[in-house]
Each structure stands twice: as structure tokens, then as C-alpha cells.
């Protein structure tokens, strides 16, 4: 050290030492060191707490897009690409990170009862830098998981007591209405019976993903049995009329200025009435209750269509131009499964 400066530093020494206030403040410095850590290791884990609850939500929302589009063996792959497509998204717009990987994986149906699952789990881990606790440890790890399950219901079709005094050819359909509420297109249509032809000896079993509603649409065509002309509401001889049972009324499409409902008549199978019958005679003011099925709100109980086609010269409104019923199933007894019924749920 320079020999001037030697004196300088020993007196600043000495006024330091002398000064009650420096000691203070050493001691306050020393003091604050502790609560200054603390502070800083709150902030970064509540950094990491937040990016935690963002990657779940992520995941969660991921592992439901891709269980929405798994619904048969054959969509696994759509399944795992749907929900692949939304991780790569959401990561994206996540706070800052060190990186984050995941899989997505369609899980191996299971069936309980009428009910068939389908699940599509999503496992995904992050590494978040830190700020304070950097020079103990770069980031910290946090992993989460999620997994969708979407429950393919199973309703069963029944002719039963079915009859037909039509001079209509009459064909009944059913589709998975539309999300819009549109009609469906032509290929979401499937037959379920016709009355041209030798009543079946049993019907195929309707399958529809949670929360789906399945309409019914009867096609008639005028004199397509035996030819009297053009019917009442003039529909000449062989034209195709279209009525669907979630409009209101039914025959909206084919008989616009038609205002009631002169074509569909429901009735929901109870204890006291385990067969429900057709009140012929005339219309009603309003689409009966019923007119699309949704197992999640009717779960366990057996629904009757009555038609009446709306044919002939005079409308009879006998309601017995095409009659069956749906059956949906109980919910199962898994609890879980039971609340699934009606939407894509998670179950982690």
C-alpha cells in the first residue's frame, strides 16, 4: 500500500469503528440477508406454482380434445394426433420454461354394460427457470397428468308392436343431430326400417358419443304403396317429403305453412304404463318432449315414436304410419362412469 495512504484508511477505520450508526446498520444488513432469501424463494416458487396450474390446465384441456374424437378402435390414432395438436399449441403460449415434454396416449377401451369408454391420457413434464435460488438450483421440475374419457353409449331399436296402414312408402333414419341444431347431411343418415319391404327380424344397436342427441327422420313418399294421387296437403303422387323429429313441428321442411304438429306423437314407458300408446284424431299444438334422444337425461328408460306420415286424401292422424322404440341404458353403478353419461369428462 502506498505510504499515503496508509494514514487515510486507519483514520476512516477508526471514525467507522467510533460510529454507533455504522454498527447499526451492519447489523440490519446482516439481519435483512434472511428475510431478503425468504422473499426471493417465495417468488420463485409461486412462479413455478402458476406455471404448474397452467401446464395442467393444458394437459387437461388436451386429454379432452383427443377423448371427444376417440370413439371406436379405429379413431386411436385421430384420438392421440387431436390431443398431440393441442399440446403443441398450449405450449406455446405458456409463461417462460426450460422446456416441456409429454405423451399422449389413447388408452384400450373398456365396456361396462351398454357403456363403452374411451380414454386418452395425457402425461406431461416442465422444467422452470429460477430467479433468486439460481445459484443453488437453475429450475425446478413439476409434473402433471390428465386423462379424458369419453363414454360411447349403446341404445337399443325396437319394432315391437310396430304397424304400418300407410299407402305411403315411409323409411325412418336416425342421425346424431347436428352441434349447429342444422339437419343432418345425407351421409349421417341411417336406415333403421322401411315398410316396403319385410319387417326385420331385429334392428342394429345405435351407438352415440357423450352428450350426443340422435334425431329421427321419416322419408315418405306419396302414393309410394298404392297411388290415390296427390295427398291434402299437396304432395303430388311419388314426391319425397322429409320429416325430422327435432323440428317443430316435424313437418316444417315438407309442409311449411303446416303450423301444428300433425305428424309425431311420443310416449316415455313408465311403471304404471310400460307401454305407451298413440292418441289418434288430431294435431297437437307443440313437438312433444322426447323428439331427439339424450341417454345423459333419460337414462334407463324406454321412448315410443307413433308417425303419422300426413298421407293419403284425407289425413287420418291415426299415428301408426311407423311406429318403434329406444331404449337407453342405465347409468352404471361406477359412479364416475355414471356422470359421464352425458359429456367427455376427466377422470385424473
Same mark, same amino acid.
Given at each position: 500500500m502506498p505510504a499515503f495512504i496508509a494514514p487515510i484508511v486507519a483514520q476512516r477505520a477508526r471514525k467507522f469503528a467510533a460510529d454507533r450508526h455504522a454498527g447499526v446498520a451492519l447489523l440490519t444488513g446482516l439481519a435483512m440477508a434472511p428475510l431478503l432469501l425468504t422473499a426471493g424463494i417465495a417468488i420463485d416458487l409461486s412462479r413455478v406454482t402458476q406455471f404448474h396450474i397452467a401446464l395442467?390446465?393444458?394437459s387437461d384441456s388436451a386429454a379432452l380434445a383427443g377423448a371427444a374424437v376417440y370413439n371406436s378402435t379405429g379413431s386411436k390414432t385421430a384420438a392421440q394426433t387431436a390431443a398431440q395438436n393441442y399440446m403443441t399449441q398450449a405450449i406455446a403460449s405458456l409463461p417462460k420454461n426450460d422446456g416441456v415434454t409429454y405423451t399422449a396416449t389413447p388408452g384400450t377401451p373398456t365396456t361396462i354394460g351398454a357403456i363403452t369408454n374411451y380414454t386418452v391420457a395425457i402425461a406431461a413434464?416442465?422444467?422452470?427457470?429460477?430467479?433468486?435460488?439460481s445459484f443453488v438450483i437453475p429450475s425446478i421440475s413439476t409434473n402433471v397428468g390428465a386423462t379424458g374419457l369419453n363414454p360411447v353409449i349403446t341404445l337399443t331399436a325396437s319394432l315391437g308392436n310396430w304397424k304400418s296402414s300407410a299407402w305411403d312408402a315411409n323409411t325412418i333414419y336416425w342421425y346424431v343431430v347436428p352441434s349447429n341444431g342444422g339437419l343432418p347431411a345425407a351421409s349421417a343418415m341411417h336406415s333403421l326400417f322401411t315398410n316396403t319391404g319385410p319387417e326385420p327380424t331385429s334392428l342394429p344397436g345405435i351407438q352415440i358419443t357423450a352428450?350426443?342427441?340422435?334425431?329421427?327422420?321419416?322419408?315418405?313418399v306419396t302414393g309410394g304403396i *298404392?297411388?290415390?294421387?296427390?295427398?291434402?296437403?299437396? /304432395?303430388?303422387?311419388? *314426391?319425397?317429403?322429409?320429416?325430422?323429429?327435432?323440428?317443430?313441428?316435424?313437418?316444417?321442411?315438407?309442409?311449411?305453412?303446416?303450423?301444428?304438429? +300433425?305428424?309425431?306423437?311420443?310416449?316415455?314407458?313408465?311403471t304404471s304404463?310400460?307401454?305407451?300408446?298413440? /292418441?289418434?284424431?288430431? +294435431? /297437437?299444438?307443440?313437438?312433444?318432449?322426447?323428439?331427439?334422444?339424450? +341417454?345423459?337425461?333419460?337414462?334407463?328408460?324406454?321412448?315410443?315414436?307413433?308417425?303419422?306420415?300426413?298421407?293419403?286424401g284425407k289425413d287420418d292422424y291415426d299415428y301408426n304410419d311407423a311406429q318403434y322404440s329406444i331404449s337407453c341404458p342405465s347409468a352404471p353403478a361406477n359412479s364416475t362412469l355414471a356422470a359421464a353419461t352425458g359429456t367427455v369428462v376427466l377422470t385424473q
Amino acid at each position: 500500500m502506498p505510504a499515503f495512504i496508509a494514514p487515510i484508511v486507519a483514520q476512516r477505520a477508526r471514525k467507522f469503528a467510533a460510529d454507533r450508526h455504522a454498527g447499526v446498520a451492519l447489523l440490519t444488513g446482516l439481519a435483512m440477508a434472511p428475510l431478503l432469501l425468504t422473499a426471493g424463494i417465495a417468488i420463485d416458487l409461486s412462479r413455478v406454482t402458476q406455471f404448474h396450474i397452467a401446464l395442467q390446465q393444458a394437459s387437461d384441456s388436451a386429454a379432452l380434445a383427443g377423448a371427444a374424437v376417440y370413439n371406436s378402435t379405429g379413431s386411436k390414432t385421430a384420438a392421440q394426433t387431436a390431443a398431440q395438436n393441442y399440446m403443441t399449441q398450449a405450449i406455446a403460449s405458456l409463461p417462460k420454461n426450460d422446456g416441456v415434454t409429454y405423451t399422449a396416449t389413447p388408452g384400450t377401451p373398456t365396456t361396462i354394460g351398454a357403456i363403452t369408454n374411451y380414454t386418452v391420457a395425457i402425461a406431461a413434464k416442465a422444467a422452470v427457470p429460477t430467479t433468486v435460488l439460481s445459484f443453488v438450483i437453475p429450475s425446478i421440475s413439476t409434473n402433471v397428468g390428465a386423462t379424458g374419457l369419453n363414454p360411447v353409449i349403446t341404445l337399443t331399436a325396437s319394432l315391437g308392436n310396430w304397424k304400418s296402414s300407410a299407402w305411403d312408402a315411409n323409411t325412418i333414419y336416425w342421425y346424431v343431430v347436428p352441434s349447429n341444431g342444422g339437419l343432418p347431411a345425407a351421409s349421417a343418415m341411417h336406415s333403421l326400417f322401411t315398410n316396403t319391404g319385410p319387417e326385420p327380424t331385429s334392428l342394429p344397436g345405435i351407438q352415440i358419443t357423450a352428450g350426443q342427441s340422435i334425431g329421427f327422420a321419416l322419408k315418405n313418399v306419396t302414393g309410394g304403396i *298404392h297411388g290415390y294421387g296427390s295427398n291434402q296437403y299437396g /304432395s303430388p303422387e311419388g *314426391h319425397t317429403n322429409w320429416l325430422y323429429s327435432q323440428l317443430s313441428p316435424p313437418s316444417k321442411q315438407a309442409y311449411p305453412t303446416v303450423a301444428k304438429n +300433425c305428424a309425431l306423437q311420443i310416449g316415455i314407458a313408465t311403471t304404471s304404463k310400460p307401454t305407451p300408446t298413440q /292418441s289418434p284424431g288430431s +294435431c /297437437s299444438n307443440a313437438t312433444p318432449s322426447g323428439a331427439t334422444v339424450n +341417454c345423459a337425461q333419460t337414462p334407463g328408460q324406454m321412448i315410443y315414436f307413433f308417425w303419422n306420415d300426413m298421407g293419403g286424401g284425407k289425413d287420418d292422424y291415426d299415428y301408426n304410419d311407423a311406429q318403434y322404440s329406444i331404449s337407453c341404458p342405465s347409468a352404471p353403478a361406477n359412479s364416475t362412469l355414471a356422470a359421464a353419461t352425458g359429456t367427455v369428462v376427466l377422470t385424473q
